[in-house]
């Protein structure tokens, strides 16, 4: 198997047409045999390539000497090597999220940063079969659609998994066979508990029974996604058949929606796209039984009955009030509170943690600021993430009930939003080493 | 919950379709807790049934007392009891199945004879939410697709599973609550090993990961069953555009085929029905790249490249010899070697085990007989099997290879097939307490 491992990658990436052999791709390398397994093929290969290296600085020494052991792979590879170091702890604290997340946004934030900087087209990670199997089975127990069965994706967005066609056995045998040395304890801290659980007491359990088990379920994972692929499509042409548009409002009737058979599956993926969540489609399937008027809101839409029809509506914003901040107000009274706002220098202070006070790059701010509650539509970068966000999804993953969504508020400038009030700032307005003065906002609820 | 296990039975019945309340539904009652609970809840909710027992004799006094617990239990419901004893090792060796396989057949076969003789409507199993989620998992990890994911379904011809919606632990508390007694050890033994593994070492892993489990993951098989309907939604889409008649010929446009996504899932769904194997479609599909003339043959038909065509023909049985047998050939000579027949009395000889030795009832059989290669669209009914099955189906069950399925022989009376030659009889024309004189045939190949 080993032997044949460099064969399948390269066909595995043009089957799957992950890249083009003449672009240059970033690895993120942990020490870790996957990813030193997956540095090697690279190098075998023939494909451009440069080493990335997160170090958490979590485990003290062995943080340092993992650094050191993938910067002497790529100096023996003959590849370019970046490296980060991050204060991981502050950040846990800052954004008061766990360590798996704080790891997870730091690091894909920098790898987008070296990839877009150093002219790379894709990010590689070392994903191999079991990885991809154990997702679509936690997903399984924890409840799932058909989309929670495809497991790891090979390609999304500027991420690839080139290893994903392969167990981790032949990755080991690979670097025996090559006497190629990797970092035994380089765990994989963005990855950890219930998955170390399924990987080390549930898979081995099911190997038992099925000594193919892991190459089984990845086959049938690979079956599911294409069956996804005929499912989405059938979705699609429901949507057409039961979906209109009439300026702002869309309308589901009523009589051939009742007759769509199957019922849950199609009105949970007609209703979705409106803010539905999955417990909400019961509620908005007994509109189909109910007198004209009633309705049932979602997190951004009202879905009302109205005769023969659904009809749904984006949400009416109240006509909020809306606060102009000017240079000269460092004081602002408004109906979440007030604000209190000053310039400083950088100085050596450091970055505050507590949610309630936003420090931003004043160069990056401009007044007059406006002051006023959050609307569908509304979307920014929250810090340390590579991509923009809705706020209705910020605010979900934030788990706040209605009424706290309800009174949400977001501070503009330049028609951008800078800040969530009291949760999270803004990634292109925050404090880098360039920066001289800052905008110190601190909000008083 | 097991107060309200009685109203959400009902429920279930009637969101399911099982049967409509006047139906009189016979139950399948081992005397374990999942099957006593069911009895009485089809007693206490007030629908018609009968209990129905199988005793395998397996396990000695201790099947005995099952029989005789399950019969006091039916007097005690008032419900009609019916029962048999299984000589179920006989069957083991005279068919050359394991002791699941025998049972399960013997079971279904009785249990259907009994309802149809008896006026029920249906047959009810008492299966709950874990086997089926048990199911899915198994096959999850043995590799499947998207239909191998649904777990068991709650009505199948004349089988209904009216506990699914429910967890065994809710059963047993149904039964404490009610103080319902019940066999411990009532062991399923129609369905053992794996399934069992699963249960005692899978499952429970699971469950210490999230408590909920086998809730979530009977949510995801039922947001699965109807993805699978979608799923077929588009995939009998796909067939409507790329499969097209001329008589016995079938034609597929290769540019079309070629630009399917995702050809895998389509090709598969496509000529499966031709009698494509899973392995095959690989084959088929390299036939789009082909030159005109080159071939695929499935169990059932050639696939040939045709110009922009691929065209689907039945395999040309060779104009096959035909032997025919009359009431005074001892022997026959033919290209599968020789038969030898004769008739004798009943008498208190064992039947037969050698599969080369078959006995049949004289009286179901007529001359002339017709000795002949069997051919696709044939059928029988395998002996100890309820349902008539394609001699094709068969014969890929006895995982046959090509050259050896090409050679099989049946022999039929009375246009129907009474014997796949060394193989199995028909059910139809076996030996039962009635047979008077027995058709004796010797295979000598």
Chains 1, 2 share one sequence.
Request: charged residues 20%; hydrophobic residues 45%; proline residues 5%.
């Amino acid at each position: 198997m080993p032997q044949h491992l460099l064969t399948h990658f390269s066909d595995y990436i043009s089957r799957q047409r992950l890249f083009d052999p003449a672009q240059k791709i970033l690895l993120a390398v942990s020490g870790g045999v996957d990813s030193i397994a997956m540095a090697w093929l690279f190098k075998q290969a023939g494909y451009a390539a440069g080493i990335a290296h997160c170090n958490f600085q979590l485990r003290a020494a062995e943080s340092a000497q993992d650094e050191a052991f993938v910067k002497q792979v790529a100096a023996a590879l003959e590849l370019p090597f970046h490296s980060v170091r991050f204060d991981t702890n502050a950040y846990v604290e800052a954004h008061r999220v766990t360590i798996q997340v704080a790891a997870r946004e730091l690091r894909y934030e920098w790898l987008e940063q070296v990839r877009a900087a150093e002219g790379y087209a894709y990010i590689a990670t070392a994903h191999h079969m079991q990885d991809s199997v154990e997702t679509a089975l936690m997903n399984f127990t924890k409840g799932t659609g058909i989309a929670g069965l495809h497991g790891i994706l090979p390609k999304q967005e500027k991420i690839i998994r080139p290893l994903l066609f392969t167990e981790k056995a032949t990755l080991v045998a690979y670097a025996a066979l090559h006497n190629i040395t990797f970092r035994e304890d380089s765990s994989n801290i963005t990855d950890k508990y219930t998955r170390n659980y399924y990987r080390h007491q549930v898979i081995p359990r099911l190997q038992e029974a099925f000594p193919g088990a892991v190459r089984n379920m990845a086959a049938t994972i690979e079956r599911i996604k294409e069956a996804e692929h005929l499912y989405q499509e059938a979705v699609e042409r429901h949507r057409k058949r039961l979906l209109f548009r009439e300026g702002d409002t869309w309308k589901v009737p009523v009589g051939k929606l009742q007759q769509s058979i199957p019922l849950q599956t199609i009105a949970w993926e007609l209703f979705r796209p409106f803010g539905c969540s999955s417990a909400q489609v019961q509620q908005v399937l007994s509109l189909l039984d109910s007198e004209s008027g009633r309705y049932v809101e979602t997190t951004t839409h009202r879905v009302i009955r109205n005769r023969q029809w659904l009809l749904i509506t984006p949400l009416a914003m109240e006509a909020a009030p809306l606060v102009v901040i000017d240079a000269d107000t460092p004081h602002v009274h408004f109906g979440g509170g007030q604000l209190r706002i000053r310039q400083q220098e950088r100085g050596a202070t450091p970055i505050p943690t507590a949610a309630a006070m936003a420090w931003l790059d004043a160069a990056q701010v401009a007044y007059p600021m406006i002051l006023r509650k959050w609307k569908q539509g509304d979307y920014f970068y929250p810090l340390g993430m590579p991509r923009k966000k809705k706020i209705s999804r910020f605010l979900i993953d934030q788990k706040l009930s209605l009424p706290q969504k309800e009174n949400v508020w977001v501070l503009e400038s330049n028609k951008r939003i800078v800040w969530i009030v009291g949760m999270r700032i803004d990634d292109r307005v925050k404090i880098t080493p360039k920066t001289k003065v800052i905008l110190s906002i601190e909000w008083m609820p």
